[in-house]
Nanobody
């Protein structure tokens, strides 16, 4: 079992930057894929980025070139570095883990979820 806890969400201005963190605890070795998802009010949860066990990263087209998904050397903290933020990036951001290799950023592939952290981008 893997436990996830996000932090770092806050209000930022358009064009600003923000780093989200996700502490990964429990049996880390079972989490072959880590990912970030987000959900805006009235919208479905969408995949933002994923990081495979071989350090391969994947990004949604809406964030490619603006977001990055590194992890620390101990592989216990996953980050989401966000820049050039837009109002459309406003959402609750969730960290997730899957026992499988990363696929198509589908939420159904992920078994473990954090509680979410709110990001609000305003002008």
């Amino acid at each position: 079992v893997v436990q996830l806890a996000e932090s770092g969400g806050t209000s930022v201005q358009v064009g600003g930057s923000l780093r989200l963190s996700c502490e990964v605890s429990g049996y880390r070795a079972t989490a072959n894929c880590l990912g970030w998802f987000r959900q805006a009010p009235g919208d479905e949860r969408e995949g933002v980025a994923s990081l495979d066990d071989d350090e391969t990263s994947t990004y949604a087209s809406s964030v490619k070139g603006r977001f990055n998904i590194p992890q620390d050397a101990a592989r216990r903290t996953l980050y989401l570095d966000m820049s050039s933020l837009k109002p459309t990036d406003t959402a609750i951001y969730y960290c997730a883990a899957s026992p499988w290799s990363c696929g198509s950023l589908s939420s159904s592939d992920f078994d473990w979820w954090g509680q979410g952290t709110q990001v609000t981008v305003s002008s």
